[in-house]
């Protein structure tokens, strides 16, 4: 077998592509399902299910009446669609589950960690207002990608 120098390269370039295209793809989120893209849209981005972990879902669906601090009532049979399609579209890697499920994806550890450049001015400015309008900032989240390509921090 005969290495040359430039098959080993090719190698690694090959290699290094497929590592990037699979990071890119991280923050791409492209589960769907009607109803959810409905009725959790009403007051903000519907937020992708592959943000929060199965039980953080599971729990917020059961108290819809009290969703922090509005009525986000829905009939049982709609409430149970879209309970089992974010469980079963929810992120993976326990990444945010220390202890007891956050049901603010801006309170996970990850958050946190990914905005922590982000300064407080930033947050509280007219444009923002709040951490959870992720659209501010990730001009395509309605289409689930928080990349950085498509990202825009109002100054
Ligand atoms: C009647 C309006 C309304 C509807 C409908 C609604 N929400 Fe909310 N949601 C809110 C409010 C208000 C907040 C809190 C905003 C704040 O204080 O940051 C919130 C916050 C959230 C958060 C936490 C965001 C963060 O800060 O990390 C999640 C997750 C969420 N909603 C999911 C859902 C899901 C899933 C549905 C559909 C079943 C839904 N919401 C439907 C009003 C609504
Ligand atoms: C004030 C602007 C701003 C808001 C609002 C915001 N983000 Fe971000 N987001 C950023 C910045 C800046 C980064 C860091 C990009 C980097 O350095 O990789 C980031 C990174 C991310 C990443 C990682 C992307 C990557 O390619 O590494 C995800 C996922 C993400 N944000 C999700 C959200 C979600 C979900 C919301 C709403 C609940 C949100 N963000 C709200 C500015 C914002």
Redo the contacts with the bound molecule.
């Keep these: 077998m005969r290495f040359t120098f430039q098959t080993i390269s090719l190698a690694l370039v090959s290699l290094a592509s497929i590592m990037s295209s699979a990071h890119a793809a991280e923050h791409v989120y492209s589960a769907n399902n009607v109803k ?1 893209k409905t ?2 849209s ?3 981005l519907a ?1 992708p299910p592959q943000l ?1 972990p199965a039980e953080s ?1 599971r729990v ?2 059961t108290q ?1 009446d009290k ?6 009532s ?1 009939d049982a049979k709609t409430a149970a669609e ?1 309970s089992a399609f ?1 469980q079963a579209n929810a992120e993976r890697n326990n990444r945010a589950t220390t202890g007891k499920p956050s ?5 996970t550890r990850w958050f946190k960690k990914e905005h922590d450049e982000v300064p407080a001015r930033v947050w509280s400015s007219a444009a923002v207002k ?3 309008n992720c659209a501010a900032c990730h001009t395509q989240a309605e289409r689930g990608d928080f990349s950085e390509r498509s990202l825009r921090v109002p100054r």
């Design positions: 959810w009725e959790c009403a007051c903000h937020y929060l879902w917020m669906m819809l969703h922090f601090g509005a009525d986000a829905l879209i974010l049901l603010r994806i801006t309170e709040q951490a959870g």
